[in-house]
């Protein structure tokens, strides 16, 4: 060691880099940014701590099981779905840049304030995807899409393909509490650092592997699946794949971030055009499938961009490694 050299500061390869910084970052990175955006993103941030805590403590609070109502998709709402829409509602409402609202837990969209009041963005989300996985402890999720809505009237400014997304994301409530984002600048990966309240960045700029011998589908509706799909599946047993299902979205597409293979959700008896929505479900995770150098697909068509016609319009899905969804599609 030269006799300098220890006063060198020094510098580990992996910064400890939170959510906030990073969000600074990006903003920082985007001339003429305004700061509303990163305004936004730590509003979701506080929502998802908010949640992620609510979630731990479900049992322990009583707050499992059924709400009592049902949603305008005629499913039960469970306590914590609606627990969860009210804390993002809470987090975001005064978020003096926010339009519009829209969520799966609510039949019209809340109009907050108009464009000439300062109303820049539309935030969508499902508050807890997979929620009647909570009463078992299985991972469930928030996923949210965010739009800017600079025409046409506020009400429907919403309705936008998935190709113009600002920024999407999903936060895992599992064995760990994981927030995965794209701002169309690559993919990074936070965990919530429970001893210091803050999400730390553990990955950046995610890349899918190309192949992956694991495909995830609830093979019970394989009968009602079209013959493409169902010939998929035939090679998939021929060629050595894994099955792998949860029933929860984000963590099925979380592990398929990961691990690569395909997450499938085709048309069946029960949902013809697809069980999955297209605005909040679908495209946020489209999104962040091509960001990472995955596909998403609604049979042959790419997912983001399809032109939507209804906030909670459903779709059928493959998404995952480029190759494995070309796989699919082969077949279909
Ligand atoms: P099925 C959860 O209800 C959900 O919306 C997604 O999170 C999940 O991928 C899918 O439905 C599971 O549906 O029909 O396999 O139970």
């Not at 701002?183 to 919530?192: A, D, E, H, Q, R």
């Not at 803050?198 to 394989?222: D, G, L, Q």
């Not at 979205?249 to 297209?278: E, I, N, Q, S």
């Not at 042959?300 to 190759?323: F, K, N, Q, Y």
Request: contains cysteine; hydrophobic residues 40%; neutral net charge.
């Amino acid at each position: 060691m030269t006799e300098t050299e220890h006063l060198q500061p020094r510098f580990t390869t992996d910064n400890l880099l939170s959510l906030q910084t990073h969000i600074l970052a990006e903003e920082k990175a985007h001339p003429g940014a305004t700061g509303d955006f990163s305004w936004l993103l730590s509003a979701i941030s506080l929502a998802a701590k908010t949640i992620a805590n609510k979630v731990r403590r479900a049992r322990i609070e009583n707050v499992l099981g059924d709400h009592g109502d049902r949603n305008i998709h005629g499913e039960a709402q469970q306590k914590l779905d609606v627990i969860s829409n009210e804390i993002i509602l809470r987090c975001l409402g005064d978020r003096a840049n926010v339009a519009v609202l829209a969520s799966e837990e609510d039949d019209a969209p809340v109009v907050l304030r108009s464009r000439g009041a300062g109303g820049r963005y539309a935030v969508l989300f499902d508050p807890l995807d997979g929620s009647s996985n909570v009463d078992y402890s299985v991972g469930v999720g928030t996923i949210f899409s965010i739009l800017q809505v600079d025409s046409g009237p506020v009400q429907s400014s919403y309705l936008q393909p998935g190709v113009r997304q600002k920024a999407a994301g999903y936060i895992l409530y599992g064995s760990s509490v994981v927030f995965v984002l794209t701002t169309g600048n690559g993919v990074n990966m936070f965990v919530l650092d429970q001893s210091i309240g803050a999400f730390v960045r553990v990955a950046s700029k995610i890349r899918m592997p190309e192949r992956s011998k694991i495909y995830s589908v609830n093979e019970a509706y394989r009968d009602s699946f079209p013959k493409g799909y169902r010939d998929y599946l035939d090679f998939a047993h021929a060629n050595g794949y894994s099955s792998r299902y949860i029933g929860s979205m984000v963590a099925d597409v979380h592990r398929t971030l990961l691990k690569g293979g395909v997450f499938l959700y085709p048309p069946t008896g029960t949902h013809a055009g697809g069980k999955l929505r297209l605005m909040y479900e679908a495209n946020p995770m489209a999104w962040i499938m091509e960001q990472a150098g995955g596909r998403a697909c609604a049979g042959r068509d790419r997912i983001l961009d399809i032109a939507p016609t209804d906030l909670h319009e459903r779709t059928s899905v493959v998404m995952g490694s480029a190759g494995e969804v070309d796989e699919v599609l082969r077949h279909l």
